[in-house]
């Protein structure tokens, strides 16, 4: 009998109350339903267009007019480890896929940095003063959370809806999607996500392994909105392989001014260290 | 001659505190050295022999295809030209493998641990069981495909026992994530004592989870029966691959070691081969597999290079003291010169040439630092002795490094001729000018000195 198995029950249990507190306590207050593009789910209410769901989402995170820049807390409770807090500087350039991830604590990391540079991934260490290869598909500094967690939603690109149903999570009427990749370069080969019906926001997703085994649960309680554009101010992320193991992902200080083209050069990125 | 020699040992004895002082700062730098050397001698050895055994080998032939995003995979896919080019039946060769490998976290319960994961086509391998230690369980029937071999120290961090299930998250090949379960039915010594122990399970399993077919792999390596056939055995498999048209490449073969640049491809070579997930986009597409012969001396080239930067650091610190100690007997033999002048002008009076008297001071230097260098040399090996004697099995990231828990010390000839002749020059570069000033005294005069 596997060990894990004996506490699924108990994961079961903590997903729920996180769900519960975070959703049913209206934590997605900063937000006005009106201003957000919610009109292809109301249109369709009897028969909605998930595929024109999906990509709603995908072009209300994607942050085409302008640059992004923020300050991301993120704090991983491990089991074996306890708990562990990085602070990340992030810059993102969705119309050229780019973006830059500075870490600025712990000390010992500081400097280090994650650089999407056209279709490269690139990790620096300040220590050995390198560039390596690194993935989108890789953890972040050992968190739960993925360095494609960062970057703008490609759903509409990377997956096809298999299947939906209506439900509810806390107070939120929700579609329930089923997606399946549509090719093998996303970490996540089955994904299951939780749309408000209101505003298309996702509120919940939880990735399957090839195996179809859930691995991960994200949760998105609560967003930013900036004109049409949102981001997530809080991401929780519970690994459902490890009992007791989470990350939360808080966003601060974020701005949508322009940045210099320099930001997102091996140049900057080596600059920022000294 | 021997006279001279004669008087030199003499005098060296008369003054023995002068002396022994001399010839104990001597004996510390030629101490130090020779640790050095001995230690980065026996390191290296060390790693050769861990990182044989741990990548399963001692020619590597991996093989790298695109998807269609042209992003490289480690995959062989139609292994038919190597199968022609590598004919196990050859007496230099011991044995050949061919093996898929993961880079996964085992999860058991709220515990977790890191671990390379190999796939084994145990019906293929029959002699693969003979070499394993097992501490628990057994590993003569190994028909369940979700079997698992666990070394012990992943085991103890993990508390499983035989018989208990575990779950593995692993990345496929293009990347992917997934879980596999498996039970483990044996748990393994680390016979190796290298921190990189594999775990095994069966190919097909392992193929099925990193998104390869049943009878795809992705390292074909080979042992052979002596190493130092290596070069010759790789060269061989090289050019048969070539003449029969396949697309292979031996990526490390004709490089000049620079240090940053060999750290860096090792390392990318290195997780391939223990199976981390490639991310790169090919600059140039091609069809098929691309081979690639690499040999255990090649991958090891970072290594070696790095215990060279420790040599030459080591060598850098034994010339500054010994000019440190240079500058010690210099002065020391012109005070001598001074106490013996009228000693000098007694030998010279009854008729000493110049360069006898010159040759006793010389033959005094040579004496103190030789005697400073053995006393170096002997000091180097009690400790040698002693430190290779205790263990350090349990000292994080030295594993590497070490022959079943203990360092190796190992004393080259040319290390030994180098530092003493080194040695031997300084002293004597040194002793130099206070011998030609004692040469080029006036009898008279040095007899009517009064110091």
């Keep these: 009998m596997l060990s894990g198995a004996r506490t699924f029950g108990m994961k079961a249990l903590t997903v729920c109350v996180w769900v519960g507190i975070l959703f049913a306590a209206g934590a997605l207050s900063g937000l006005g339903g009106p201003g957000v593009r919610g009109g292809v789910a109301l249109a369709a209410e009897a028969e909605p267009d998930i595929d024109a769901i999906i990509r709603a989402i995908d072009e209300q995170s994607s942050i085409l007019a302008s640059d992004f820049t923020a300050t991301l807390t993120i704090v991983t409770q491990d089991p074996e480890k306890g708990a562990e807090k990085f602070v990340v500087r992030e810059f993102r350039r969705d119309r050229e896929n780019k973006f830059l991830l500075l870490i600025l604590e712990p000390r010992a990391q500081m400097g280090q940095g994650y650089l999407m540079d056209e279709e490269n991934l690139w990790f620096y260490d300040p220590e050995s003063r390198k560039f390596s290869h690194t993935s989108l598909k890789e953890r972040f500094a050992g968190s739960d959370a993925r360095n494609e967690d960062f970057t703008q939603s490609t759903l509409a690109k990377d997956y096809r809806v298999t299947g939906y149903q209506s439900g509810t999570l806390g107070n939120y009427q929700v579609y329930i999607i089923d997606l399946e990749a549509v090719h093998n370069e996303v970490a996540d080969p089955y994904l299951k996500i939780w749309v408000a019906k209101e505003h298309n926001l996702v509120l919940k997703v939880e990735s399957y392994s090839l195996t179809k085994r859930l691995m991960r649960t994200a949760l998105f309680p609560n967003y930013i909105k900036e004109g049409d554009v949102v981001i997530p101010r809080v991401m929780i992320f519970v690994d459902e392989l490890v009992p007791g193991r989470r990350t939360q992902i808080t966003v601060t200080e974020h701005s949508l001014a322009d940045l210099p083209d320099t930001v997102f050069t091996k140049a900057f990125v080596e600059r920022a260290n000294r | ?451």
């Design chain 2, 1 to 451: 001659m021997w006279g001279v020699v004669r008087i030199a040992f003499r005098n060296t004895r008369r003054q023995a505190r002068r002396s022994v002082l001399l010839g104990g700062a001597i004996a510390f730098g030629v101490m130090i050295i020779t640790l050095v050397n001995a230690f980065t001698q026996g390191a290296v050895g060390n790693v050769r022999s861990n990182f044989s055994y741990a990548a399963g080998g001692h020619i590597f032939v991996t093989g790298t295809e695109l998807t269609e995003s042209r992003r490289e995979v480690g995959r062989i896919g139609d292994d038919r030209p190597l199968r022609a080019a590598v004919d196990p039946s050859d007496p230099r060769i011991a044995s050949v493998h061919r093996r898929s490998a993961a880079y996964g976290s085992l999860i058991f319960g709220a515990r977790t641990v890191s671990q390379q994961i190999e796939g084994v086509d145990f019906a293929a391998e029959e002699h693969f069981r003979r070499g394993l230690q097992v501490r628990e369980g057994s590993v003569e029937d190994l028909s369940d495909p979700q079997l698992l071999i666990l070394p012990a120290k992943a085991a103890d961090r993990l508390g499983i026992r035989v018989g208990e299930s575990l779950l593995v998250r692993l990345q496929s090949v293009t990347g992917q994530q997934n879980v596999g379960e498996f039970r483990v039915v044996a748990i393994i010594e680390d016979t190796g004592s290298f921190g990189l122990s594999s775990a095994y399970t069966s190919l097909a399993y392992l193929n099925s989870l990193i998104g390869l077919e049943p009878w795809e792999y992705q390292v074909f390596s080979i042992f052979l029966t002596d190493m130092r056939e290596i070069e010759a055995v790789a060269g061989e498999i090289y050019q048969a691959l070539v003449d029969a048209g396949a697309l292979v490449e031996r990526p490390y073969s004709d490089r000049a070691i620079t240090y940053d640049d060999e750290v860096e491809e090792g390392v990318a070579v290195l997780g391939q081969m223990f199976g981390q997930a490639a991310a790169i986009i090919a600059e140039e597409p091609w069809e098929g597999t691309k081979f690639a012969v690499m040999t255990l001396d090649e991958l090891m080239k970072p290594v070696v290079a790095a215990m060279g930067v420790l040599d030459s650091i080591a060598l850098g610190i034994f010339v500054i003291l010994l000019v440190i100690t240079g500058v010690g007997i210099l002065n020391t033999f012109r005070m001598i010169i001074i106490e013996r002048t009228r000693e000098i002008g007694t030998m010279r009076a009854f008729g000493m040439q110049k360069g006898t008297v010159r040759s006793i001071f010389l033959w005094e230097a040579a004496f103190i630092s030789l005697g400073g260098g053995a006393a170096g040399l002997v000091l180097a090996g009690v400790i040698a002795f002693f430190v290779s004697r205790a263990t350090f099995q349990d000292v994080p990231g030295l594993d590497f490094f070490l022959d079943n828990g203990h360092f190796t010390f190992i004393v080259t000839p040319a290390d030994l001729v180098v530092n003493l002749g080194i040695l031997l020059f300084i002293s004597l570069l040194s002793a130099l000018l206070p011998a030609n000033a004692a040469a080029k005294m006036a009898p008279a005069k040095a007899l009517g000195s009064h110091y």
